[in-house]
């Protein structure tokens, strides 16, 4: 829900600490001046101005929640000819995802709005590793609630957002990773998301060099929540840039 959450008074959604002011989860990975942006959440044209997002190369989806696709008309300016040259912007996701995108976003898909202005956006389906420039975006299948939706990994980080589990084959993949993003909604436990306590345990598992956790809520105040994790592992924050081998 972002923090401040609407309608709360509660002391992280009053905090000052500029750490917890959450725009939702997601994440540009950027390499030789070429943009790859992973979902476009209901905060992205906010996000892009903040960090001066002038052009994009591609847009990979985890999964249809609201929360990770409803900022995909703001794509409009980033789409236009006059800034990709003309080619459209390609878009990632698969099949139960995509299903989705064309139903929400069903005048930009539908190829037959009359008033012009509409994304330039070319939806592909994917199930297995997406080459964009010469790097590799492996999706990881997690478990989020019921639903099985997709974490990326590229190089040697690895976002993993939205999840209650995270398969064994899934962990296979893990091996070997500077940067791990995981999921860390609060410590109560939750249907569909993981808990720190929970996250840790795939710390654990997997052992990154560095963890940072994402998509948490007002519960967990960032600099109490910093102390009382291990020095490798730390709240994401919105701005947070990092450096790794892609
Ligand atoms: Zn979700
Ligand atoms: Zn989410």
Same mark, same amino acid.
């Given at each position: ?8 008074t ?5 905090s ?5 002011y959450?725009?939702r989860?997601?994440?540009m990975?950027?390499?030789d001046g070429?943009?790859?942006?992973i ?10 101005i903040?960090?001066?997002i002038?052009?994009l ?12 696709i409803?900022?995909l ?7 236009f000819?006059?800034?990709t040259?003309?080619a ?7 099949a139960d ?5 064309r139903s929400?976003f069903?005048y930009?898909?539908?190829?037959n709005?009359?008033y ?15 080459e964009?420039?010469g790097?590799?975006?492996q ?6 609630g ?6 990326y990994?590229?190089g040697?980080?690895a976002y993993?957002t ?5 398969? &064994?084959?899934?962990?296979a993949?893990?091996h070997?990773?500077?940067? %791990?993003?995981? =999921?860390? $909604? #609060?410590h109560?436990p939750?249907?569909?998301?993981s808990?720190?306590a929970n ?6 598992r997997?052992?990154?060099k ?5 998509h ?6 960032h &600099? ?5 994790l291990?020095?490798?592992?730390? %709240?994401?924050? =919105?701005? $947070? #840039?990092l450096q790794f081998?892609?």
């Amino acid at each position: 829900m972002g923090v401040p959450t609407i309608g709360c008074t509660c002391a992280v959604c009053k905090s000052k600490d500029p750490h917890d002011y959450r725009t939702r989860p997601s994440v540009m990975i950027e390499w030789d001046g070429h943009r790859v942006l992973i979902d476009t959440t209901p905060d992205f044209r906010e996000q892009a101005i903040r960090e001066g997002i002038d052009r994009l190369d591609a847009v990979l989806y985890t999964h249809g929640h609201a929360d990770h696709i409803l900022g995909l008309d703001d794509l409009r300016p980033l789409s236009f000819a006059r800034v990709t040259g003309g080619a459209k912007l390609p878009l990632y996701a698969n099949a139960d995802t995509a299903r989705v995108l064309r139903s929400v976003f069903k005048y930009i898909f539908d190829n037959n709005y009359k008033y012009g202005g509409i994304a330039q956006v070319h939806l592909h389906e994917v199930n297995s590793p997406v080459e964009i420039l010469g790097k590799t975006f492996q999706p990881v299948t997690v478990i989020h609630g019921e639903t099985e939706i997709f974490g990326y990994r590229f190089g040697s980080a690895a976002y993993l957002t939205d999840f209650s589990t995270v398969p &064994e084959e899934s962990l296979a993949k893990l091996h070997d990773l500077d940067v %791990l993003f995981l =999921d860390a $909604l #609060r410590h109560t436990p939750h249907p569909t998301h993981s808990t720190v306590a929970n996250s840790l345990s795939i710390v654990d598992r997997v052992r990154p060099k560095r963890t940072f956790f994402t998509h948490i809520s007002h519960d967990l105040a960032h &600099e109490a929540t910093n102390a009382s994790l291990p020095e490798n592992v730390r %709240l994401a924050y =919105d701005g $947070l #840039r990092l450096q790794f081998e892609l």
